[in-house]
């Protein structure tokens, strides 16, 4: 029996890739970063099996581009605001995230930013590494206080509650917004069920887990934050639509906030001339939020498992979309 026909859209580990194409006929995109959009669209023709990452836009063209013979998609991260859920589900074909895996991680990096952006550890460096640290100064790097201080968490899913966890660790008042109230957290944390604007205008630091989506985008916009305290700093590592960076960028320059700390932006990368890589009480790291060596290696076996399980037309074990199920009438 001829293997499945399979595209790899990203380098992945090794192990993943043996996997892969011990059971398929894979082709791996073989550089490092996303392919072109032109390259993608003809790598896809007559595939069966789709290993995609968040950068590559899944949508009717490339569906297309695919058809026929394509029956499952498997996106290597628990977001997929990259791919079109409800043409895959009209066509019955089956998506597939890796949810879970990254909770602990994220939530880590998140709290990272908290710390670096507040004590301005970024900057400090810098001013080492060019030899502009003369002495110590007793005025010298002021920074705000972590400890103590109010956390706004944006969106208390998984990666939300894991951040309130570490929040609590450090003694910090807990407030969230989210479309649902969690009375769980509520009663394990003590943390505060807000409005968004209350949230916003009492929080030290405003953390962002929310999902992309219509309701979301744009969501810290002008207006919002000009709720926010003027040492308040905003962390941002769900999506970078969430934020206008523009107003953004405005409120930073005008130190209408403390600071902002980012590890998703829109457009992503920002480009070298972006207005808020020229200015200092900004931080952007490269979309780490799950980049430590066991959550990549994990995301990636939870990826090829949804694979191979979407060729041999079992249930995947995360699938985005199960209603394809009762359409296809699969187990």
């Not at 990259?82 to 597939?96: A, F, Q």
Request: with cysteine.
């Amino acid at each position: 029996m001829a293997k499945a026909r399979v595209y790899v859209a990203r380098q992945l580990p090794a192990e993943a890739i043996r996997r892969i194409k011990s059971s398929c006929d894979a082709a791996v995109w073989e550089r490092q970063g996303p392919s072109t959009r032109r390259v993608l669209l003809q790598r896809v023709k007559g595939i069966e099996g789709l290993l995609c990452t968040i950068s590559e836009k899944v949508d009717a063209e490339l569906l297309d581009a695919a058809a026929p013979d394509l029956r499952v998609v498997s996106n290597l991260g628990v977001g997929f605001d990259n791919i079109d859920v409800p043409e895959l589900t009209r066509r019955g074909i089956p998506l597939g995230n890796t949810p879970g895996v990254l909770t602990e991680t994220t939530a880590d990096l998140a709290f990272g930013l908290i710390i670096a952006a507040s004590r301005r550890l970024v900057e400090g460096d810098r001013r080492v590494r060019a030899g502009k640290w003369r002495f110590w100064d007793i005025t010298g790097f002021l920074g705000e206080d972590v400890h103590d201080a109010t956390i706004g968490i944006i969106g208390m899913g998984k990666i939300g509650t894991a951040v309130a966890r570490r929040a609590k660790g450090f003694g910090m008042r807990v407030l969230y917004h989210d479309l649902v109230r969690r009375r769980d957290v509520e009663a394990e944390l003590g943390a505060v069920f807000s409005s968004l604007e209350g949230l916003l205008s009492e929080a030290d630091f405003v953390t962002i887990h929310a999902d992309l989506n219509q309701g979301t985008l744009h969501l810290i916009d002008a207006e919002r934050i000009r709720l926010m305290k003027r040492n308040s700093i905003l962390v941002n590592t769900a999506r970078g639509t969430i934020v206008d960076n523009m107003a953004l960028f405005k409120a930073l320059k005008a130190r209408r906030i403390r600071g902002a700390a980012l590890d998703v932006t829109d457009p992503e990368p920002l480009p070298r001339d972006h207005p808020l890589l020229g200015l200092d009480n900004v931080l952007v790291t490269p979309h780490i939020g799950s980049a430590s060596v066991a959550t990549r290696s994990k995301m990636a076996e939870l990826a090829v498992n949804n694979l191979l399980a979407g060729l041999e037309g079992k249930r995947l074990p995360n699938c985005v979309n199960p209603e394809v199920y009762v359409r296809n009438r699969l187990a």
